[in-house]
């Protein structure tokens, strides 16, 4: 693989917090998963996404999913790797998905609302879904 093929590799599989902002709010088909345990969602999430950990991730839990959409998964951030594993699962069940970089930290840190018990305000997600 060249460099041009690496990042270009690196484009298809992650996504950044500006890039998922503007997809939601535009309306894309795309669809935001938390890879982390019900318990750390409840407690702060990224509006509109759904909860499905990662070690639950099997054709039962996914089989209401639209196949043709985006998946792009998440957890707590650089030191967390739940989005990697959720990413890895959904690809093997057969569905387009790309990781979240930075996760729920880089989110918050771009000035993004989170929704949850500890939830921030922020730019909001005016999902165009």
């Known amino acids: 693989m060249n460099q041009a093929e690496f ?3 690196k484009l298809n599989y992650e996504t950044d917090s500006w890039d998922l902002f503007e997809a939601l709010n535009n309306g894309n088909p795309v669809v935001v ?3 982390r345990s019900p318990e750390a969602y409840e407690i702060e999430h990224i509006p509109t996404s759904i909860n499905i950990p990662h070690r639950t991730m099997s054709e039962a839990t996914t089989g209401e999913l ?5 998946y ?3 957890c707590d951030g650089i030191g967390c790797n739940a ?3 959720g990413a890895l699962n959904m690809s093997k069940l057969g ?3 790309k990781e979240l970089m930075g996760g729920l930290d880089w989110w918050k840190r771009d000035g993004y609302e989170t929704n949850g018990k500890k ?3 922020g730019s909001q997600v005016v999902c165009g879904c």
Request: charged share 25%; aromatic share 14%; proline share 4%.
């Open 7 to 9: 990042y270009q590799a």
């Open 72 to 74: 792009v998964t998440y």
């Open 95 to 97: 569905f387009r998905v």
């Open 33 to 35: 998963i938390d890879a």
């Open 119 to 121: 939830g921030v305000p």
């Open 83 to 85: 989005s990697t594993k």
């Open 66 to 70: 639209d196949r043709s959409k985006l």
